[in-house]
């Protein structure tokens, strides 16, 4: 069980607005340690999509983008298209575990 | 091109040790930290631990600390993740990745490496 609480799934039609939450707490989100969101496809590494929170790579689209607020993160998606589909992952520093962690992952499904 | 290339998949039997390894290429490997993740058959990602490549710092999450170990070779720019003992438990694929800074997120990761323990 992540300290990092993401929905086991979420689903949008193609062209849709969807959003993935990222529930911390004062330890992480909330201490203000910045959040990073990564894309898993099927069957591959993942890749960084979002980084410091809002922040997005090089090649990324901007029909991604992150924010926080609290003690939680989200990735937000705009005009979704098939290719989305995808496990998404969001990642943050602990201060009580003295380490970086994972949320529990996120299937995006495009109806 | 920046790349982690990490050692082939393995298939061993419980109680054996194992060693896997990632190697990067492309820039200066001394001057990143190497984090290792498992992702457990259709589970989610964990991050093991990650190691300082250049001052072999390690630094690892509690669930396995002394469940395994962290080290790296700066002098062949290598990471590896060492098991003593194996479990069936141990079955997952491993990732290694890139971390710029503490608190960066892993920028490149490594294709994984597929562990299979059984009898």
């Known amino acids: 069980q992540s300290v990092l609480t993401q929905p086991p799934s979420v689903s949008g039609a193609p062209g849709q607005r969807v959003t993935i939450s990222c529930t911390g707490n004062?330890?992480?989100?909330?201490?203000?340690?910045?959040v990073h969101w990564y894309q898993q496809l099927p069957g591959t590494a993942p890749k960084v999509l979002i980084s410091?929170?809002?922040n997005r790579p090089s090649g990324v689209p901007d029909r991604f983008s992150g924010s926080k607020s609290g003690t939680s993160a989200s990735l937000a998606i705009t005009g979704l298209q098939a290719e989305d589909e995808a496990d998404y992952y969001c990642?943050?520093?602990?201060?009580?575990?003295?380490?970086?962690?994972f949320g529990g992952g996120t299937k995006l499904s495009v109806l | 091109e920046v790349q982690l290339v990490q050692s082939g998949a393995e298939v061993k039997k419980p109680g054996e040790s194992l060693k896997i390894a990632c190697k990067g290429s492309?820039?200066?490997?001394?001057?990143?930290?190497i984090g290792w993740v498992r992702q457990m058959p259709g589970k989610g990602l964990e991050l093991m631990g990650i190691?300082?490549?250049?001052?072999?710092?390690?630094k690892y999450s509690p669930a396995f600390q002394g469940q395994v170990t962290i080290s790296a070779d700066k002098s062949i720019g290598t990471a590896y993740l060492q098991w003593r003992s194996l479990k069936a438990s141990d079955t997952a694929i491993y990732y290694c990745?890139?971390?710029?800074?503490?608190?960066?997120?892993?920028?490149?990761w490594g294709r994984g490496t597929l562990v299979t323990v059984s009898t």
């Open positions: 990745a890139r971390q710029g800074e503490w608190l960066a997120p892993f920028d490149v």
């Open positions: 492309g820039y200066s490997f001394s001057d990143y930290w």
């Open positions: 190691i300082s490549a250049g001052y072999s710092q390690t």
């Open positions: 004062i330890f992480n989100i909330g201490a203000g340690y910045d």
């Open positions: 410091d929170t809002k």
């Open positions: 990642q943050s520093y602990d201060s009580d575990l003295s380490v970086s962690v």
